[in-house]
Nanobody, 116 residues
């Protein structure tokens, strides 16, 4: 079992920045994929950015050049630096990890609201 706890969401004006954090704990030895997803009101959940062993970093086209994903192995923490935020980035952001056993774990989510 893996537990994930996100933090860092909030209200920001368009053009501003936020950094999301996700602390993960538990059964970590077979995790190979760490990612951020988001879900806007009335829409489905979409991948924002992920780090995968063997594949490196992947970003959604809508956030390329503005968002950066990183991982601190010593702190078991995943980050998402979000710059040049737009109102369309407003969503609940979730972190997720995937194990080699094909199990996917999710955090509880953190709200990001970007005002115009």
């Amino acid at each position: 079992q893996v537990e994930l706890v996100e933090s860092g969401g909030g209200l920001v004006q368009a053009g501003g920045s936020l950094r999301l954090s996700c602390v993960y704990s538990g059964r970590l030895f077979d995790i190979y994929n760490w990612g951020w997803f988001r879900q806007a009101a009335g829409k489905g959940r979409e991948m924002v950015a992920r780090i995968s062993i063997g594949d490196g970093e992947t970003y959604a086209d809508s956030v390329k050049g503005r968002f950066a994903i990183s991982r601190d192995r010593n702190k078991n923490t995943l980050y998402l630096q979000m710059n040049s935020l737009k109102p369309e980035d407003t969503a609940v952001y979730y972190c997720s990890v995937v194990s080699y056993g094909a199990r996917q774990y999710w955090g509880q989510g953190t709200q990001v609201t970007v005002s115009s």
